[in-house]
Structures are given as C-alpha cells and as structure tokens.
C-alpha cells in the first residue's frame, strides 16, 4: 500500500449491508466510526486503555475532526484503515491523521485528521497530559 506516513497502524474495515445509505454507498458517519475504532486500537497496542483512561482521570478527546471524504465504498469492498500520531509536545494537544485505502485497487478514499486535547475526565477540563500518556505516546509521533 502506498501510506501518507511511514509505519502506520491498520486495521481492516468491510462495508456491511448497515453501513450502505441510500446513494448505495457507504455513510460518511460509518468512517467516522471507524477512525474512532483504529484510534482506540492503535492506543491500546501502545499500551493504553480506557481502563488506563479512567484510572488516570485522564483522555485525548477530539477537539476538531476533519475528515475529506474523496471516494465511494461499496458493500463488501475490502478497505484497510491506517493511523499515525504526527505531533504532540508532551503537554496538552495531539495530532491523529487516518487515511482508508481501497484493497484491490490501492485507491485512497477518505483522509482524516483529529486534533486532540488531553482533558481530565471528572471535570472536562483541558488537563497536562500524565507521564503516562508521554511515555507511550510520544514515542509513537511519527515525522510528516
């Protein structure tokens, strides 16, 4: 596959029958689900759960998705869903980039980008991020 970024984290996706709207092709809002599904597995094969999440009282929450949305999916179109840290300092925001490529033709299809805070989850408020969060992180930005 041709990658936006080197060494990205994949996960399959397959449109089903649920996921096909009615200009039969796949809904936008189904991307969205599944960015969020490769961002929480590509935090958890670093190390960090929800679990770690809620004991921490802390999370990387979206403040800002962006998502270009360049070609249709069809059901049962195997697709593999990439995603890459590209920034973060260590103390408040991230930087998430995905890119969902079409398997038997290596077509790009949708590119998104999350800019995320670190907040603390009792509160909601904006919070540092924890050691935690920096040592597992922070190692895994990869350089645009």
Known sequence: ???????????????????IDGLNHTNNAVYVQWCEKAGWAHSEALGLTLQDYQRLDRAMAIRRGEYDYLLPTLMGEPLTLATWILAGNGKLMMERRFQLVRDRDQATVLRGRWDLVCIE??????????TEFCDVYLPAIVAP
Do not use: C, E, K
């Open 1 to 19: 596959m041709t990658w936006d970024y080197p060494n990205p984290f994949t996960i399959p996706a397959v449109p089903q029958a649920q996921d």
């Open 121 to 130: 989850l009792s509160s909601g408020l904006p919070r540092r991020m924890p």
